[in-house]
């Protein structure tokens, strides 16, 4: 992918969607940066730097986000990636959350996303051309709700790429540990009140270490960036290596995921004869 390419990518206020369109226009490459109309002013420097900008809510209905992505495309006739960056965070436990908060927390993250993904791909499909990126989270091999959001990116993610590969399409998703950006800042996270007290503790334990966390993450979010591109373009120490479905990003998410898998490994090891038992008899 040495040709200049059309990018897209949702929530550019901050954070790793800032970082990648500055790195991607750094390369040469054309950016639409995307916000929704309250952080829209905060993308106008991005222009400054070659960058178009579009509102854009993950959670409006299909009919808006058709309309947005005709825009879109008209841009520059075409969009070559497609980067399904814009989420939050949502903080409690499971019971002490409410309907509607657990709605929000999977309407911005998941069903965004995958209307994003039914507005644009058409447009790929047509060319047989173009890469969709989705933006997981060490979290997603963890707990809770949030952790729940990026788990289901991940399998969504390569469903998609299963689905779409034959036709000349990719899609992949990026696991980043925790990176000094603003995410786990207070403004940028969900309700994190307690209703019921028997989660009190455990909710302030981990309200406290997001906020002692926040700004002494140990990932650096423009190293990052660039590794994203290189792994989507097959540049640098991507190249000659096969596209990969799923890539974490940072030293902590390495030893998270393969902490998770070790430990799933040998739970299905101690639980093998119960497993294997539910089999018919061999040769019926």
Known sequence: ??????????????????????????????????????????????KQYGADTLELDVTSSLETLQDIAK??????????????????????TLEDLTHL??????NT??????????????YMRERKSGTVVWLGSIVGWIIGLYAGTKHA???????????????????ICFEPGY????????????NDKTRIEDYR?????NSALFNAYNHNQPGDPKKAVEVMIDVIKGDGAARGKEFP???????????????????????????????VSTDFPKGN
Not at 109 to 122: D, H, M, S
């Open 1 to 46: 992918m040495s040709h200049q390419l059309v990018w897209l990518i949702t929530g550019t206020s901050s954070g790793l969607g800032r970082d990648l369109t500055l790195a991607a226009l750094k390369r040469g490459d054309k950016v639409i940066a995307t916000g929704r109309a309250r952080s829209l002013s905060k993308l106008d420097d991005l």
């Open 71 to 92: 825009k879109a495309v008209a841009i520059h006739g075409r969009i070559d990636i497609l980067v399904n960056n814009a989420g939050f965070v949502e903080l409690g």
């Open 101 to 106: 908060e657990t709605y929000n927390q999977f």
């Open 109 to 122: 993250n998941v069903f965004g996303p995958l209307n994003i993904n039914r507005v644009f791909l058409p």
């Open 153 to 171: 990116v991940r399998g969504l993610s390569e469903s998609l790429h299963q689905e779409i590969s034959p036709l000349g399409l990719r899609s």
């Open 179 to 190: 990176f000094r950006t603003d995410f786990l800042s207070e403004d940028n996270r969900g």
């Open 201 to 205: 503790e455990i909710n302030e334990r």
């Open 245 to 275: 479905t799923v890539v974490a990003l940072g030293s902590d998410a390495y030893d998270v995921i393969k902490g998770a898998c070790t430990t799933a490994s040998d739970r299905l090891e101690a639980w093998k004869d119960l497993t």
